[in-house]
């Protein structure tokens, strides 16, 4: 690997790698705090339109990202509600801008944050919120001091992927991100463009750099759920299954 | 005022249950899939589509529940669980050193749950349960994976709490005979619905004709008189090995003529206690502590009410002489004598229980060609009682020595069995 060499790291690339982790670490942490409320309500719901939600959640997973991009550059524009009041609110368009990439990120990457975390809910035994309203837990507090705790695999879980995933996302930022360096220019649109350039040594670093990191997020994904499917996260849900 | 709830799930669960003011310690019991788990959790109000009113005697109710499965919160220890539980504990709560002395769990308060035996779990979800302090505490099936001698000693435990506190159990279980001799009242549970509500000996019928038991059991109340002479014998020799200054005749004359204290029997003594004037030799795991004598005030409203030293003291000492007993006696393990003139003291049998009865009634089971009969018995009292406070007591017997022993009603027989 002679051709990985330090000197190729130059300041750009390192603003690239910084504002790729930025946007991951802000769109997990979101997600985190919009999908736990989310997957809880779904797991406890019973209705019949609930395969119908869960498809819709689920879309992303399946859609070409270009097809997902496109609509939202489409909603982000100044011409359509949303993008106007954006621009009344911030003086600024959402589209090619780094709020639009958080908001379009958020998006694209839910059903990996929702997935493990409803499998979580679901697989949960509902007992001990009995166990915990008997012994006086209100709601709120058994949720806090009982469930959390107890479904901390599949938070972290959801956490890991929905960073990693964000990490690799390229078709829904190139629609509506474009590439502005320091703004909307993430790691796998900067080596889309070192290729276009024929800056092969380049690419290899970014491609190489992508690679290790996504193959550590999923070993320790893996690791921590003890060999399972890390999207369905559901090790230690139930221990009382063990006996 | 008496503890009544009505209970409506459908097709899981309905019926009214009116209770004694005195009972603390309900069993429930029934087939699988009888309703009993769905009358619990009505109870707790853990089910949305029932409809469940209850009057527990003008108090605010905190109900406790423990499942089958622990259900311990394994992101915490076994210190933890219990520290947790004391976040909303009420007035009246044990400590948790109480609780974990009573459900034989001290050793336990560090481990982590993931290492716990299902035994284990269940003693903890208990002692988890009490230091919570709740009014009501339903047990479902929760002492299940517990070994009998500390079950024993487990239950032995919540009577007590029972007794000297504002606590009231309700316990499922499918030890049939264990239940009917611990409660002071008895649920009988089957297809959906409440089938039977009352003190053991009105349940019982309805539990035989339900098919819930194959024989009846009888529960009698009796007195300690001491303890056994020949575990008395077996006890002091014992000591001699291990003390060679004591020597055995006077010792055992002095303990057996003056025992009220009898130090630390073990489930294998054999008490001596008097059952309706007629004695009986009972070993501690076939008997348990009665708490008639216990004064016990549910109807001054359980707000006020505080153990007091005097009511543990009359629990700890129980198997004392002079202590109220309960014992259960299987129909399976009586056997008839119609010689008559033949008691214990003459008798050749190594059975040493007998009380004299009479034939009340002989009843054939369902299939006449099982071979077997029950018969219903009402033990002779000595002491001068009316009929209705004679106990009653059952046999199961062949049809060929109801014809060989030429038995029939109001006939006075002799009821052997052994309560070992």
Same mark, same amino acid.
């Given at each position: 690997?002679?051709? !990985?060499?330090?000197?190729?790291?130059?300041?750009?690339?390192?603003?690239? !790698?910084?504002?790729?982790?930025?946007?991951?670490? !802000?769109?997990?942490?979101?997600?985190?705090?919009?999908?736990?409320?989310?997957?809880?309500?779904?797991?406890?719901?019973?209705? #019949?339109? #609930?395969?119908?939600?869960?498809?819709?959640?689920?879309?992303?997973?399946?859609?070409p990202p270009t097809v997902l991009g496109f609509y939202l550059l489409i909603?982000f524009?100044?011409?359509?509600?949303?993008?106007?009041?954006?621009?009344?609110?911030?003086?600024?368009?959402?589209v090619f &801008?780094?709020?639009g990439l958080?908001?379009g990120?958020?998006?694209y990457?839910?059903?990996?944050?929702?997935?493990?975390?409803?499998?979580?809910?679901?697989?949960?035994?509902?007992?001990?919120?009995?166990?915990?309203?008997?012994?006086?837990?209100?709601?709120?507090?058994?949720?806090?001091?009982? !469930?959390?705790?107890?479904? #901390?695999?599949?938070?972290?879980?959801?956490?890991?992927? &929905?960073?990693?995933?964000?990490?690799?996302e390229f078709g829904v930022v190139l629609m509506i991100g474009g590439?502005?360096?320091?703004?909307?220019?993430?790691?796998?649109i900067?080596?889309?463009?070192?290729?276009?350039?024929?800056?092969?040594?380049?690419?290899?670093?970014? &491609?190489?750099?992508?690679?290790?990191?996504?193959?550590?997020?999923?070993?320790?994904?893996?690791?921590?759920?003890?060999?399972?499917?890390?999207?369905?996260?559901?090790?230690?849900?139930?221990?009382?299954?063990?006996? | 005022?008496?503890?009544?709830?009505?209970?409506?799930?459908?097709?899981?669960?309905?019926?009214?249950?009116?209770?004694?003011?005195?009972?603390?310690?309900?069993?429930?019991?029934?087939?699988?899939?009888?309703?009993?788990?769905?009358?619990?959790?009505?109870?707790?109000?853990?089910?949305?589509?029932?409809?469940?009113? =209850?009057?527990?005697?003008?108090?605010?109710?905190?109900?406790?529940?423990?499942?089958?499965? *622990?259900?311990?919160? *394994?992101?915490?220890?076994?210190?933890?669980? $219990?520290?947790? =539980?004391?976040?909303?504990?009420?007035?009246?709560?044990?400590?948790?050193?109480?609780?974990?002395?009573?459900?034989?769990?001290?050793?336990?308060?560090?481990?982590?749950?993931?290492?716990?035996?299902?035994?284990?779990?269940?003693?903890?979800?208990?002692?988890?349960?009490?230091?919570?302090?709740?009014?009501?505490?339903?047990?479902?099936?929760?002492?299940?994976?517990?070994?009998?001698?500390?079950?024993?000693?487990?239950?032995?435990?919540?009577?007590? $709490?029972?007794?000297?506190?504002?606590? +009231?159990?309700?316990?499922?279980?499918?030890?049939?005979?264990?239940?009917?001799?611990?409660?002071?009242?008895?649920?009988?549970?089957?297809?959906?619905?409440?089938?039977?509500?009352?003190?053991?000996?009105?349940?019982?019928?309805?539990?035989?004709?339900?098919?819930?038991?194959?024989?009846?059991?009888?529960? $009698?109340?009796?007195?300690?008189?001491?303890?056994?002479?020949?575990?008395?014998?077996?006890?002091? %020799?014992?000591?001699?090995?291990?003390?060679?200054?004591?020597?055995?005749?006077?010792?055992?004359?002095?303990?057996?003529?003056?025992?009220?204290?009898?130090?630390?029997?073990?489930?294998?003594?054999?008490?001596?206690?008097?059952?309706?004037?007629?004695?009986?030799?009972?070993?501690?795991?076939?008997?348990?502590?009665?708490?008639?004598?216990?004064?016990?005030?549910?109807?001054?409203?359980?707000?006020?009410?505080? *153990?007091?030293?005097?009511?543990?003291?009359?629990?700890?000492?129980?198997?004392?002489?002079?202590?109220?007993?309960?014992?259960?006696?299987?129909?399976?393990?009586?056997?008839?004598?119609?010689?008559?003139?033949?008691?214990?003291?003459?008798?050749?049998?190594?059975?040493?229980?007998?009380?004299?009865?009479?034939?009340?009634?002989?009843?054939?089971?369902?299939?006449?060609?099982?071979?077997?009969?029950?018969?219903?018995?009402?033990?002779?009292?000595?002491?001068?009682?009316? %009929?209705?406070?004679? *106990?009653?007591?059952?046999?199961?017997?062949? +049809?060929?020595?109801?014809?060989?022993?030429?038995?029939?009603?109001?006939?006075?027989?002799?009821?052997?069995?052994?309560?070992?």
């Amino acid at each position: 690997m002679g051709y !990985v060499d330090a000197d190729m790291v130059n300041a750009e690339m390192l603003n690239t !790698v910084l504002l790729t982790f930025k946007l991951a670490l !802000v769109t997990s942490v979101l997600l985190l705090i919009i999908v736990m409320p989310l997957a809880w309500i779904l797991a406890n719901w019973q209705h #019949k339109a #609930k395969s119908l939600v869960l498809s819709v959640l689920a879309l992303p997973l399946v859609l070409p990202p270009t097809v997902l991009g496109f609509y939202l550059l489409i909603a982000f524009s100044p011409q359509s509600a949303l993008g106007q009041w954006w621009l009344a609110l911030t003086g600024s368009t959402l589209v090619f &801008s780094f709020q639009g990439l958080v908001l379009g990120s958020l998006i694209y990457s839910l059903p990996f944050a929702l997935q493990p975390l409803y499998s979580g809910f679901v697989q949960l035994d509902k007992r001990y919120l009995e166990v915990a309203s008997s012994l006086g837990f209100s709601r709120l507090e058994g949720l806090y001091r009982i !469930v959390l705790p107890l479904c #901390k695999a599949p938070i972290i879980v959801a956490f890991g992927l &929905s960073f990693a995933h964000t990490v690799g996302e390229f078709g829904v930022v190139l629609m509506i991100g474009g590439n502005i360096p320091g703004e909307t220019q993430v790691l796998s649109i900067a080596l889309y463009e070192q290729v276009e350039a024929l800056e092969y040594e380049r690419a290899h670093v970014m &491609s190489l750099g992508l690679l290790v990191f996504s193959f550590i997020v999923l070993a320790l994904l893996y690791r921590f759920n003890g060999g399972a499917d890390p999207s369905s996260g559901t090790r230690n849900i139930d221990p009382e299954r063990k006996r | 005022m008496s503890v009544a709830f009505e209970v409506l799930l459908p097709s899981r669960i309905e019926g009214r249950v009116e209770l004694r003011a005195s009972s603390s310690f309900i069993g429930i019991t029934g087939p699988s899939g009888a309703g009993k788990s769905s009358l619990l959790r009505c109870i707790a109000g853990f089910e949305k589509g029932a409809l469940t009113q =209850a009057n527990w005697g003008n108090m605010s109710t905190k109900i406790g529940i423990v499942f089958q499965q *622990p259900l311990l919160f *394994p992101h915490v220890n076994v210190e933890g669980n $219990l520290q947790l =539980a004391t976040r909303h504990a009420s007035e009246h709560a044990i400590s948790i050193n109480e609780a974990v002395k009573g459900c034989h769990c001290e050793h336990l308060l560090s481990k982590q749950i993931a290492t716990l035996s299902g035994g284990e779990a269940q003693r903890v979800a208990i002692a988890r349960a009490l230091v919570n302090g709740p009014h009501i505490l339903l047990l479902d099936e929760s002492l299940s994976a517990i070994d009998a001698v500390t079950r024993r000693h487990i239950y032995a435990f919540l009577r007590h $709490l029972c007794a000297v506190s504002q606590l +009231t159990c309700f316990v499922v279980s499918h030890d049939i005979d264990e239940l009917l001799l611990l409660s002071d009242e008895m649920i009988y549970v089957c297809a959906g619905k409440i089938k039977a509500v009352g003190n053991v000996d009105s349940v019982v019928p309805n539990m035989y004709q339900g098919g819930a038991i194959h024989t009846p059991s009888a529960i $009698l109340n009796g007195v300690v008189e001491c303890i056994a002479e020949a575990t008395l014998s077996s006890h002091a %020799e014992e000591s001699t090995h291990t003390n060679a200054e004591k020597t055995t005749h006077p010792e055992q004359e002095m303990l057996i003529e003056h025992a009220t204290d009898f130090g630390e029997p073990d489930q294998n003594t054999v008490y001596q206690v008097i059952v309706s004037g007629q004695r009986l030799y009972v070993s501690q795991k076939s008997l348990i502590a009665a708490r008639s004598s216990i004064v016990r005030s549910k109807v001054a409203s359980f707000s006020e009410c505080e *153990p007091n030293q005097a009511d543990k003291n009359e629990i700890d000492n129980s198997l004392s002489a002079g202590g109220q007993v309960r014992l259960a006696v299987k129909a399976s393990e009586v056997s008839i004598d119609t010689n008559t003139a033949a008691m214990t003291e003459n008798s050749t049998s190594s059975i040493l229980n007998s009380l004299n009865c009479v034939i009340e009634d002989i009843t054939h089971f369902d299939n006449h060609k099982s071979g077997r009969v029950l018969l219903n018995l009402r033990i002779i009292n000595q002491n001068d009682m009316s %009929e209705d406070e004679q *106990p009653a007591l059952h046999a199961v017997i062949s +049809t060929l020595s109801v014809s060989r022993l030429q038995l029939a009603k109001n006939m006075l027989v002799i009821a052997r069995f052994k309560l070992l």
